[in-house]
């Protein structure tokens, strides 16, 4: 058990619908990164909150948008949902900012299911 | 831009024999180099890292690698598989670029363990 929780597990929607995916850092964690894992694309890096600042963004759709609150989770809204954004979704957490010595601990995932 | 190529998608072994998991990166800038394993339904775990210190680094499980920067790669290695070594696993590059740590996946090698 990494430490790091998100839910749901699983959520199964339908095309131009909007959900919120949810994740908590370990504790004493102040980064949050979101990761895509599909086929097509396989896994690729979102976005990376620190201490509720966005701090980095890859290859996110306009159609996404993430925050990180004051308690330090994070929520991952997904928009106007198409057939192609179904996969999973990982939260990550580290201390601190510098991913060449910081250790990232990743959380289960939320598998999306768009129909 | 930096880059990593996995260059199988499927690797098999027999339970007791050596495990090689290739992995060539590219990268304008001195890169920090990961591995990580993805077991069935769980998320990621390190393996090990290269931060520029040795260029042998020991993981956790008895795996290895080692950074080689006159091949550009970061082969990792095990001298003898276990059946629950069988996974998923990821060779990641992150570079500093704008003052933020971006990683980049590469597409993941399956390991097929045999009894």
């Known amino acids: 058990d990494s430490g790091v929780t998100q839910t749901p597990k699983h959520l199964i929607t339908a095309t131009g619908q909007r959900v919120t995916l949810r994740c908590s850092p370990r504790?004493?964690?102040?980064?949050v990164y979101w990761y895509q894992q599909s086929l097509d694309q396989g896994l690729q890096f979102l976005i990376q909150?620190?201490?509720?600042?966005?701090?980095a963004k890859g290859n996110i759709l306009e159609r996404f948008s993430a925050q990180q609150f004051p308690d330090l989770h994070s929520e991952l809204n997904l928009s106007s949902l198409e057939l192609g954004d179904s996969a999973l979704y990982f939260c990550?957490?580290?201390?601190?900012?510098?991913?060449?010595?910081?250790?990232?601990?990743f959380g289960p995932g939320t598998r999306l299911t768009v129909l | 831009a930096q880059s990593v190529t996995q260059l199988d998608s499927h690797v098999s072994v027999s339970e007791g024999t050596p495990v090689l998991l290739r992995c060539n990166y590219s990268s304008s800038y001195s890169p920090s180099l990961f591995w990580y394993v993805q077991h069935p339904n769980k998320g990621l775990q390190l393996l090990l890292k290269?931060?520029?210190?040795?260029?042998l680094v020991k993981g956790i499980n008895g795996f290895e690698a080692e950074f080689k920067k006159s091949e550009t790669s970061f082969h990792l290695t095990k001298p003898s598989a276990h059946m629950s070594d069988a996974a998923e696993y990821f060779c990641v590059v992150t570079v500093l670029s704008g003052g933020s740590y971006i990683p980049t996946f590469g597409r993941g090698t399956s390991l097929i363990v045999h009894p």
């Open positions: 290269y931060t520029s210190a040795a260029t």
């Open positions: 909150y620190y201490n509720g600042e966005e701090r």
């Open positions: 504790s004493g964690d102040l980064s």
């Open positions: 990550a957490s580290s201390v601190g900012t510098d991913l060449s010595t910081d250790t990232q601990y």
